[in-house]
């Protein structure tokens, strides 16, 4: 079924529709550190570390890593001289770590190949490592005023709602991508852009819109059909598949044995607790094979959770203590463990840390252990 509001609408109606949400956007924009204040002229570098950050990620979350990214490397030759794993460090706990190594890259690439100079082009943006097709429509209009298309989930939303659109958006792209630059101010692409995303954020709300507040109310075609939320159409959702794995936190004396994971692969580039590989059923018992040497391994209570992207994984978290010296382990260095809380480890190797009592002030888990052998 194809909503009467599919229909196209004349030029003059669309020019309409965007001088309204202008309108709008000049009285509520949202006062975010990354948006350069009204009339000046944004900024390039700093529109692209805030984009490349929000993928995936709410703004809330991003503003203080923003923040400190923007302090310690102020320029896009800053960050490209920086080491890699000084960018992983500071981006850990942001999640989705290719992220980080692919903005790295991107750094070192308009470093070098453009001469620390962004492209204003669209398709010349899309060649930088890690830079999409919304990434690179939203830089291209926000930074340099270019007439493209920048869909994030808001503007999916909105868009979605407007036309009463009756297929999920991963299945509309076309069609969402065609409204927008039907909508699309020639004067304003980036201020539109914005607008539109700020619209989703703060009022056409993926649950109860504010359509009340809304400046295309009466255009908007779920609007009419009395059922805004029924749109974006959601997809038949399948079930998140389940993995299973150990960690190992391995003691002696004060310091506390960290490996680096490959920079290819789940939390590639990042320190970590050695660990086994993932499976469907990794019992504590087998897992021992994959240690990274012998030792009074014993298992703590319990297992903790973790949901990624694409995946829900359940850690069993294995310690052990040494007595010094400390070893030397293949890929592996020892770190003092009163030093952990700064080496920005991932999200998940934090709650390994605090569930085996390394980190200080942290919910910790502790629990009963079980004595483990390799019978």
């Known amino acids: ?3 009467p509001s599919a229909r196209p609408r004349k030029p003059q109606a669309r020019e309409a529709l965007a001088r309204k949400l202008l309108a709008w956007y000049d009285e509520n924009r949202r006062d975010l550190p990354w948006r350069a204040a009204p009339g000046a002229r944004p900024d390039p570098y700093r529109v692209w570390l805030s984009e490349i950050m929000l993928q995936q990620t709410t703004a809330a979350a991003v503003k203080g890593y923003y923040a400190r990214f923007l302090a310690r490397w102020p320029s896009v030759e800053a960050l490209a001289a920086a080491p890699l794993d000084d960018v992983l ?24 190949d453009h001469g620390g100079r962004f492209p204003q082009d669209e398709a010349a943006l ?7 097709a919304y990434t690179a429509g939203a830089i291209a209009a926000i930074a340099f005023g270019r ?11 909105v868009i979605s709602r407007l036309y009463a659109i009756p297929v999920p958006p991963r299945a509309a792209k076309r069609e969402i991508r065609e409204r927008v630059l039907a909508l699309l101010p020639p004067a304003r692409p980036g201020d539109f852009a914005q ?14 819109p504010d359509c009340g507040r809304c400046p295309l109310e009466a255009a908007c075609a779920a609007r009419r059909l009395g059922a805004p939320d029924a749109f974006p159409v959601r997809p038949v959702k399948a079930q998140r598949p389940r993995r299973r794995g150990a960690v190992f936190v391995l003691r002696c004396g004060e310091r506390v044995l960290l490996t680096r994971r490959p920079l ?6 990042m320190a970590a607790f050695p660990a086994t590989p993932l499976s469907r059923d990794t019992p504590p018992r087998e897992a021992l094979a994959h240690a990274p040497l012998d030792a009074d391994w014993r298992a703590l209570d319990g297992t903790l959770a973790h949901i990624f992207t694409h995946f829900a994984l359940e850690l069993t ?11 030397c382990v293949e890929n592996c260095c020892w770190l003092l463990a009163a030093k952990l809380d700064m080496e920005g480890l991932p999200t ?11 980190l200080a002030g942290k919910e910790r888990a502790h629990g009963a252990t079980q004595t483990l052998d390799r019978g």
């Open 1 to 3: 079924m194809v909503a």
């Open 195 to 208: 607008a539109t995303m700020d619209l989703g954020a703060a009022v056409c709300v993926p649950r109860a």
């Open 348 to 358: 998940v190797m934090r709650k390994a840390a605090a569930q085996a009592g390394l």
């Open 126 to 132: 899309r060649g930088l490592p890690g830079v999409g």
């Open 264 to 269: 290819r692969g789940l939390l590639g580039g």
């Open 147 to 157: 007439p493209c298309a920048a869909i994030d989930g808001n503007v999916e939303r």
């Open 317 to 327: 978290v294995l310690t052990a203590r040494l007595d010094p010296p400390a070893p």
């Open 89 to 112: 460090a500071a981006w850990a706990g942001l999640g989705y770590y290719a992220r980080a190594r692919n903005l790295h890259a991107c750094a070192r690439a308009v470093v070098a």
